[in-house]
């Protein structure tokens, strides 16, 4: 029955008390008589939520703890409860900003409908990735172990006898290294599980909160998704490789061939943004005009590479065995030599602000800390080219082989190995030969290479697969595209430089071309952004860096 129409009850305006109600306030909660409906909304200085009556929500406040009789429907937020009036006037809560409580239950709500946003589309879809990937990886298990297998019979049936005690010593090993990945990943498998049925749970709580309207559990609720952002450690197994070597009755423990100790590495899990860091950083578009903001005059006779230390700071290489800090007004603040006493081919600036360089003559990677040089890595059968530190502090290296017929971009976390990045889906080089070849990475993991030989900006994801080649832009310029140096920003831009062009191509994330920056630049070689995303350039006869404002 419509309650305006039964007999024994008159419900009326809480505002003129005389007509029938027909709307109801939920911001306020306060029932309203069509008369005073504008009147009521004309108080522009609240956000007002006027209903018809039968749709109105069932507050459910909670009882006063001190006074049992009354409802809490204000908010202490000194205290950061819910009060009642008599609370409100009492000593206990004198001089305290008082609100009224359905102003902390919109804000709260707001909050647990974010958290749960953020939990449901972003943070249990990367746990649910993440439990695939180790799945997928169990699953390689016997085929991979399987190969180390096989090798080993078919060199035990070359030996026969002989090495029979040898030949079940290695499928022994094999087998120990292969329960102990098995394991691994199964702790791995259920640490996420377990993160994973938490997330659940609290998903689940937040969705019967919201349902429920209950001001006390909405106002008391306290969020958990920054201890979920931090996602658990992932787990990186190298598989063991099977080294078979030439039948020697007489050696035969030795040459029949080792394999290499199982590598289990535990990565810190990843932090992810929170939903309202999502959206940063701020969108900045591309200047119709970019111009030049300050010119460092370096000394050199040949610039090749420039690495920012701060906005007005850059470090710099050439055709000497000296690296110089710059200020912008080309003043020098310190220089370092190399060990060798040879040209460095590239720099880079890691995260706590040391400098590295590669130098091609010993074949090493080298960290400058407090002026003092430390090898980091030592290469043999290759040549390493430029450098760059990751988002992770890892180190990225180009190098080329001895016999300059392969190429290959290398991750290394200190002096450690972890990557290799050399060939396509089909096998095929993803790089040329050459000598110049720059790289950095993108701000979505991606390696960019800007490989000059080839005439082509080749990107690879996180994962080394080929994601894309640039080629350049078939537009009016003088000669074919030529890369050279190549940095990105944090809108993920990628910028090369084109050698012969003298200019800088600007491309998305994705590889499409979006505009050049012309500047009057002479022979573009080494780039890199700052912190503000001001663009340096080196310019190689010149040997000027200028610092260009793009965006």
């Not at 098995?182 to 994973?196: A, D, V, Y």
Request: glycine share 4%.
């Amino acid at each position: 029955m419509d309650p305006f129409r039964r007999a024994q009850i008159i419900l009326l305006c809480d505002l003129c008390k005389t007509a029938h109600l027909q709307s109801h306030c939920e911001r306020c909660d306060i029932n309203i008589c069509q008369t005073c409906v504008g009147e009521h909304l004309s108080d522009s200085s609240i956000r007002h939520n006027v209903v018809p009556y039968k749709y109105r929500k069932s507050l459910n406040y909670s009882k006063c703890p001190d006074h049992a009789d009354e409802l809490c429907k204000h908010y202490c937020k000194e205290c950061d409860i819910p009060v009642c009036s008599t609370c409100v006037s009492s000593s206990k809560h004198e001089g305290h900003d008082i609100s009224d409580i359905l102003e902390k239950l919109s804000a709260k709500t707001e909050s647990l409908q974010k958290d749960l946003d953020e939990l449901d589309t972003r943070i249990y879809p990367r746990y649910e990735e993440m439990a695939s990937d180790v799945q997928t990886e169990k699953a390689e298990l016997e085929t991979n172990y399987g190969e180390l297998t096989t090798i080993a019979d078919q060199q035990g049936e070359i030996l026969h006898r002989e090495i029979t005690a040898i030949v079940n010593q290695r499928k022994s090993a094999i087998a120990e290294m292969k329960n102990k990945h098995l394991s691994t990943l199964n702790k791995n498998t259920e640490e996420i599980t377990q993160k994973m049925t938490d997330l659940k749970q609290i998903m689940s709580d937040l969705k019967s909160i919201l349902k429920s309207n209950d001001v006390s559990l909405t106002s008391t609720y306290k969020s958990r998704n920054s201890e979920f952002r931090t996602l658990p450690p992932k787990i990186q197994v190298t598989v063991p490789s099977f080294s078979a070597q030439k039948i020697n009755i007489d050696q035969l423990n030795e040459m029949f061939g080792s394999l290499s100790p199982l590598s289990i590495n535990t990565e810190h899990g990843d932090t992810m943004n929170s939903a309202e860091a999502v959206s940063s950083p701020p969108v900045k578009p591309l200047l119709d005009e970019p111009r030049v903001t300050a010119t460092i005059d370096t000394g050199y006779r040949e610039l090749h590479s420039v690495s920012c230390l701060s906005e007005d700071q850059v470090w710099t290489c050439g055709d000497n065995k000296t690296m110089e800090l710059l200020n912008l007004q080309s003043e020098l603040l310190t220089s370092i030599q190399t060990k060798s006493g040879k040209w460095p081919t590239d720099i880079a600036v890691t995260r706590d602000g040391d400098l590295v360089y590669t130098d091609p003559s010993i074949k090493t990677v080298n960290l400058i800390k407090n002026k003092q040089i430390q090898t980091v890595i030592t290469l043999q059968g290759w040549v390493p080219l430029s450098v760059c530190c990751t988002a992770s502090d890892d180190l990225l290296v180009t190098m080329v082989s001895d016999n300059r017929k392969q190429s290959k971009v290398v991750r290394y976390s200190g002096s450690t190995e972890k990557q290799s990045i050399q060939f396509d889906d089909q096998g095929r080089p993803l790089y040329s030969s050459g000598y110049i070849k720059y790289l950095s990475e993108n701000k979505n993991l991606d390696i960019c290479v800007a490989d000059r030989l080839a005439s082509a900006v080749v990107v690879v994801n996180q994962s080394g697969k080929l994601r894309f080649r640039y080629t350049g832009h078939p537009s009016n310029i003088e000669q074919s595209f030529n890369p050279y140096g190549i940095t990105t920003d944090s809108q993920s831009h990628i910028l090369t430089a084109d050698f012969n062009n003298r200019l800088i191509h600007i491309l998305d994330q994705d590889g499409q071309f979006l505009r050049y920056i012309h500047c009057d630049l002479k022979l573009p070689s080494g780039l890199c952004v700052d912190i503000r995303d001001n663009l340096f350039v080196a310019e190689l006869i010149i040997a000027k860096v200028k610092k260009i404002q793009y965006l």
